[in-house]
């Protein structure tokens, strides 16, 4: 099983939201990571066949992004997914179910498992109207996944979702990862880091890092220290070096921060976490 993107480039006019990323992807959780305007939902959306690559190519197993073969087999849900407020639960998932394909014999069954996975069970015959942003968050998900896909593709999933839903479509997405190709794209660092088996770091519409979370940790091992100083040496530090953290502590001020070299008398090195190298690559740090 393979997922093949080579060489695909965007560009509307003059601007280049995706320049020439080519990536391998096999059965597993990928974490998409990087700012706003990275071209992370363009190249999702490319991915899944919405927008055409300017140039290059995207297959599965050899078969084309156009073909509707390749539609069979994903699954997907953008970042601003469009409901039917008077629709309600159970009724939207058996039209999604249609529009895809499925049986009417297999659709409602299938449907009605995926509402119990989501925690929407006892909702089903509500009116998307009433729901909150979570619930509809977790519907969108359900849609996703009603053709059993074989790529899951989910842009922001975690959006509106409270820290115990989060855990639970963690948990979820986990114990799909053994069949399926999965791809999410989030700002919530921790998704990743908890859950992805790869991660990909996009800027500037390009791929500039990719690997498992030890592999790209690596850029930043044994250059993240911490040190508490006074207000003065604070702004000081601050001027020279990335600062990740920065924290006020009854007189002094508390420092996060990257550095070859110890930075200053008193500073202990301390080990990198995802989101230092997300500071670090993403908020123009350096």
Request: aromatic letters at 8%; charged letters at 30%; proline letters at 3%.
């Given at each position: ?28 959780v ?9 071209g ?5 959306r ?12 995207i297959?599965?197993d ?6 509707e ?30 529009l ?41 998900i ?21 820290p115990?839903?989060?855990?639970r ?14 791809l999410?794209?989030?700002?919530i ?5 908890y ?7 996009m800027?500037?519409?390009?791929m ?13 091992k044994e ?11 604070a ?24 550095s ?25 740090l350096?």
């Amino acid at each position: 099983m393979e997922l093949c993107i080579d060489r695909v480039s965007k560009i509307y006019g003059n601007k280049i939201a995706c320049d020439r990323i080519s990536l391998s992807l096999h059965k597993g959780v990928y974490g998409l990571l990087g700012a706003n305007g990275a071209g992370k939902t363009t190249l999702m959306r490319m991915m899944c066949g919405v927008l055409c690559p300017t140039s290059g190519t995207i297959t599965f197993d050899g078969i084309d992004v156009g073909k509707e073969e390749y539609r069979d087999l994903l699954g997907y849900l953008p970042q601003n997914f469009g409901y039917y407020p008077e629709f309600c639960a159970m009724d939207f998932l058996l039209y999604m179910a249609a529009l895809k394909g499925i049986p009417k014999v297999h659709a409602k069954e299938k449907a009605s498992e995926l509402l119990e996975l989501v925690s929407l069970k006892n909702e089903a015959k509500k009116k998307i109207r009433t729901f909150s942003g979570g619930m509809k968050q977790r519907l969108g998900i359900a849609q996703a996944m009603l053709n059993n896909p074989k790529i899951l593709i989910l842009d922001e999933p975690t959006a509106g979702l409270d820290p115990k839903e989060r855990i639970r479509f963690r948990n979820l997405i986990s114990s799909m990862s053994a069949e399926k190709i999965i791809l999410l794209s989030t700002h919530i660092v921790s998704d990743v880091e908890y859950i992805a088996d790869k991660i990909l770091l996009m800027k500037a519409g390009q791929m500039i890092h990719q690997g498992t979370l030890d592999e790209i940790l690596s850029v930043i091992k044994e250059k993240v220290w911490e040190c508490r100083v006074e207000k003065n040496k604070a702004d000081e530090l601050s001027e020279k070096y990335p600062i990740l953290n920065f924290r006020n502590e009854d007189e002094d001020i508390f420092l996060r921060l990257v550095s070859e070299e110890k930075p200053c008398e008193g500073a202990n090195r301390t080990e990198a976490v995802l989101e230092d190298l997300y500071l670090y690559y993403f908020n123009e740090l350096h």
